[in-house]
């Protein structure tokens, strides 16, 4: 499985090959973004316990409701379906069982933010251009608490990657190159543009908040759709070139900072 970019493998040269090639591996990711699970089911837990609150990352239901209609019934079958995956493809790549340590986690951390800033960057020429282009945001909307966003914020690094990085561009390229034997980087870039575009149309589903339910409600989200399919573009590169560990964590990171900055100047964007 080295030529199918399932977990990140890039071995480039230098100091920092050992930090590269461990902080990609299937069980390094797995113990990286396990944080961000414990606060996102465990935020959920008490937001559904104490506030009354139905809320849950799409991409969580979406794994969940495939499980369901194949039978598979249980709590957190999502975050069970996750942990069954990262064993079964840290087993196929034949690398050793040996967690992470310390400081491995911390530089993938800063890592993270680090690549958190482009989408950041980006979000900003958007807000800059809002009352041009209406952007209309999702942050804050129908009731959502700051605290909730922070909680959805892990949710979506870690589902989403999964979901739409990990297996749909994976599945993307086994069957472009293992069954129509395509060949060449652009099957790669090929399948980061459709799930790039599935990833910024599963925000607009109907009845999500963001529903598109009209053309003129298409045009008015047309931005979000335009800055969405670039951050997924972009966090497809991040995962093909880094693993998901680095995805999952820029993505939440820059979720965060949205959060962060929502708080001070209402109305950022989060993925």
């Known amino acids: 499985?080295?030529?199918?970019?399932?977990?990140?493998?890039?071995?480039?040269?230098?100091a920092y090959h050992g930090y590269l090639e461990q902080s990609a591996s299937p069980l390094t990711c797995f113990f990286f973004a396990l944080p961000l699970f414990i606060v996102y089911h465990g935020g959920l837990w008490w937001m559904n316990s104490f506030t009354n609150l139905r809320w849950a990352n799409a991409a969580d239901?979406?794994?969940?409701?495939?499980?369901d209609r194949l039978g598979i019934a249980g709590p957190l079958l999502?975050?069970?379906f996750v942990v069954v995956t990262f064993l079964v493809i840290h087993a196929l790549s034949g690398k050793p069982w040996v967690k992470p340590g310390a400081p491995t986690l911390f530089l993938m951390i800063l890592e993270s933010f680090v690549f958190a800033l482009p989408v950041f960057m980006l979000l900003h020429?958007?807000?800059?251009?809002?009352?041009r282009i209406a952007l209309s945001a999702a942050a804050g909307e129908d009731g959502i608490s700051w605290q909730a966003n922070l909680i959805l914020s892990c949710g979506?690094?870690?589902?989403?990657?999964?979901?739409?990085?990990?297996?749909?561009?994976?599945?993307?390229?086994?069957?472009?190159?293992r069954i129509l034997w395509f060949k060449g980087k652009w099957v790669y870039l090929f399948a980061a543009l459709i799930q790039a575009l599935v990833f910024s149309s599963s925000h607009h589903l109907?009845?999500?908040?963001?529903?598109?339910n009209s053309f003129a409600s298409l045009r008015g989200y047309l931005p979000v759709i335009v800055f969405r399919t670039a951050a997924g573009l972009y966090f497809a590169f991040v995962y093909i070139e880094r693993g998901f560990g680095i995805a999952a964590g820029s993505h939440a990171a820059y979720d965060l900072l949205v959060v962060?900055?929502?708080?001070?100047l209402p109305g950022a964007e989060t993925l």
């Open 1 to 14: 499985m080295a030529d199918v970019p399932i977990i990140g493998d890039m071995k480039p040269p230098g």
């Open 206 to 212: 109907p009845g999500s908040p963001e529903a598109i």
């Open 78 to 80: 999502s975050f069970l």
């Open 125 to 131: 020429f958007f807000n800059w251009s809002r009352e």
């Open 156 to 177: 979506a690094g870690v589902y989403e990657e999964f979901l739409f990085r990990l297996v749909l561009m994976g599945l993307l390229i086994l069957f472009m190159t």
């Open 260 to 264: 962060g900055l929502d708080l001070f």
């Open 61 to 67: 239901i979406a794994i969940a409701g495939v499980l």
